[in-house]
């Protein structure tokens, strides 16, 4: 019977410490400092828009329902109330496999939040940033909008980088 109560206790503290760990990741609801835009909760059950790689990242893009029609009817520029969140992992090599990679642990978050109102001024898209659960300063978050307006793809998509790999 103690046999089985330790296998018990040792369960459960296992759940709560898994649990508490993928609450972290979440990062919590601290706002961008510009923006105040907040990592969603539940995103990671949205719809998955593409996957990308670069340089050492593994990078998921996730939409909400407002986005992925947007995205399967070609909406441009894309509607009020759409959210992506970029969610990237270190890439490690997996050891029984060398040509290989998969994720190891989480790097950052990154949300983009549609309101051609509140941020008209940058397209109307407000940014977010996490690193390492926590939320990024406003100079890093100052540079998002810049970034997404270099390349004339990415400004001919809604200043979006991401497109839907089906």
């Known amino acids: 019977m103690k046999r089985i109560r330790g296998l018990l206790f040792s369960l459960i503290a296992g759940a709560a410490i898994g649990y508490a760990f993928l609450s972290n990741v979440r990062a919590g609801d601290e706002a961008s400092p510009v923006f105040g835009v907040t990592i969603p909760s539940g995103y990671r059950t949205w719809q998955l828009v593409s996957v990308h790689s670069t340089k050492g990242y593994l990078k998921a893009i996730w939409g909400n329902p407002t986005a992925l029609q947007a ?8 509607p009020d109330g759409t959210v ?7 890439s490690v090599a997996l050891n029984s496999v060398p040509a290989a990679d998969i994720s190891g642990p989480q790097d950052h978050i990154q949300v983009m939040v549609k309101n051609s109102k509140k941020y008209a001024k940058t397209g109307g898209w407000g940014f977010g940033e996490w690193v390492n659960g926590v939320v990024s300063g406003a100079a890093r978050e100052q540079s998002c909008f810049p970034c997404h307006t270099q390349n004339a793809q990415v400004r001919g998509n809604d200043f979006v980088f991401t497109t839907y790999s089906p």
């Open 71 to 78: 995205y399967l009817h070609k909406t441009l520029p894309f």
């Open 84 to 90: 992506l969140v970029k969610q990237t992992w270190r």
